[in-house]
């Protein structure tokens, strides 16, 4: 030990026991809400897109209810015909997605 | 046996700049811890939601300026810079607000020390340590608390606060000298 590092050993403690406290760390979700933040420019498409095909899916649906409704058939047949799909479309899109979600973790 | 390699930070940078929010994802993961200790380490452990703000604040300044980063300096030291530069900014304006836990009382917290009186004197000393801290440049204070607080080496503190290594040892060989003589004025002993 040198004389500089002997003179400065009790502030070196010192400093050390006053210094030695929890150490804080970021939330879990951190990086997640800065990838967040820094797309807002995709958002409103994104939810002008989801908007517009919600809306296109119920006049579908209503349009076809009558047409089929219109033809003689039972509601029980046109149900069936127009939840059919959409459970089939339900039960398959996961596996359609292709698009590699941006990640943060290692 | 194929070896998965690290891509270089300039590697990343690259890619975020043609638009590649993975890349960016990726920088942000690996610097976002380091930011976030060199903030705190500015602003102070009052001040730790702060610090977390100015990381954020920093990633978003980043992922705005990164098509003007030219590569000249690295990156590390590019946003270490904006860092530094954020929290002393953000120190200014919040140095008479109240703090959101005062260093003496979470001293307190972690002290084991048996007898009342021994625990009032060593507040007191913390609390005057703590005051005189205060009164250090800035530079000496974020060296201080990455060292004896974070943990940091010497040569972490030097590459977060962008110095040489000796300049490093050399801030923190001041401030302990500074304090040493600071609390002696005021009647502490450092034992």
Known sequence: MTEMEHNQHDIDSLLRRSMAMPLPSLPPDFDQRVIRKVQPSSQPLVRYRQTLITTYGLVSVVVCTVLMRGQGLG???VAGM???????????TPLWSTTKPITTAN | ???????????LVARAQTGDQQAFADLLRRH???????AVS?????FVPEAEDITQEVFLKVHHALESFRGEAEFSSWIYRITFNQAVNLKQRVRFRTPHADETIL????????????????AQRDRALAECIQTLPEVYQ???????????????VAELLGIPE??????????RQLLKAMLKERGFSCD
């Open chain 1, 75 to 77: 509601w029980g047949t």
């Open chain 1, 82 to 92: 127009i939840l059919g799909p959409l459970a089939l479309l339900a039960i398959t």
């Open chain 2, 1 to 11: 046996m194929a070896v998965a390699t690290a891509e270089s930070d300039a590697q």
């Open chain 2, 32 to 38: 976002s811890d380091r930011i976030f200790r060199l």
């Open chain 2, 42 to 46: 500015i602003l102070g452990r009052e």
């Open chain 2, 107 to 122: 001293h307190q917290l972690m002290s084991e020390d048996p007898g009342p009186d021994r625990q009032l004197e060593t």
């Open chain 2, 142 to 156: 974020s060296a201080l608390r990455l060292y004896y607080w974070l943990g940091e080496g010497v040569g972490e």
């Open chain 2, 166 to 175: 000796n300049t490093a040892k050399s801030y923190l060989h001041r401030s």
